[in-house]
């Protein structure tokens, strides 16, 4: 149990100034965040108690009670998140996509593979890819459900348009597009907090999420998906 008058993760009373990360309540100290190692998942400094993944990830206590490690469980929270992206805006495949749970190594090879590049400061958390008739998509093992389930909603999106609009040439509009799928998927599980840090973040994809969220004012959720079936 962590104290707020306390580091976090060393422990020491905190005297001076602290730190503290967005959507958290610990504070650490400043010897902590420039000198211990942080966790995958969150970025926050590890403690005395923390995991270390075979593919050499860290993970801070808070990560490691949500994350998905069993595979059944990642299958259940992948089908829960594609029927509720269903539900919600209607974006149904006519070919189904095959889930794969892979470690970091391998993710980032297929990634490379497929010649593409995070944007400056984006980890890669999943990939949807298509290789001959297998639709797959690759979910980093190991992620915290609620990031889990985000990356899912946001990697069936790019599935979703590779189907409905595979002449989209806007980058733009088709990155939008996915963040705005797992922005309107954390609003569905009323995870309120989590889409507005979405809303607030400094996130490369935030600009054209807010043309799509633009778009959805003016037509309403059902003309977004309307309209991204006719996109080029």
């Known amino acids: 149990m962590w104290n707020q008058e306390h580091c976090a993760a060393c422990g ?8 503290t990360l967005v959507g958290r309540r610990e504070r650490y100290c400043a010897n902590c965040m420039a000198t211990r190692p942080r966790c995958a998942s969150c970025g926050a400094p ?25 595979p059944l469980v990642a299958q259940a929270l992948f089908d829960e998140t594609v029927a509720g992206v269903v539900a919600q ?18 993710l980032e090879a297929l990634r490379s593979e497929g010649g593409t590049t ?5 980890q890669t958390l999943g990939i949807y890819q ?26 069936y999106a790019h599935a979703w ?7 989209l040439q806007d980058d733009e509009l088709r990155e939008g597009h996915a963040e705005w799928v797992a922005y309107q998927h954390l609003c569905w599980l009323g995870c309120t ?4 840090r979405m809303l607030e973040a400094q996130h490369p994809y935030r600009p054209a999420m807010e043309r799509v969220r633009e778009l959805e004012r003016r037509v309403g959720l059902n003309g977004v998906t309307a309209y991204m079936k006719r996109a080029e």
């Open 89 to 106: 805006l209607g974006m149904t495949l006519n070919v189904g996509v095959a889930l794969r749970v892979i470690d970091a190594p391998t």
């Open 193 to 196: 907090r989590a889409a507005q």
């Open 118 to 122: 995070p944007g400056p400061g984006l």
């Open 46 to 70: 590890v403690g005395e108690y923390h995991w270390r993944l075979h593919d050499g990830r860290l993970h801070c206590t808070h990560c490691h009670i949500t994350a998905t490690y069993d």
């Open 130 to 155: 298509r290789r001959g008739h297998l639709r797959a998509i690759y979910m980093l093992y190991g992620l915290p459900r609620l990031t889990y389930r985000t990356t899912v909603a946001h990697e």
């Open 12 to 19: 020491n009373e905190l005297r001076d100034n602290y730190f």
């Open 161 to 167: 348009q590779g189907e409905h609009c595979p002449l």
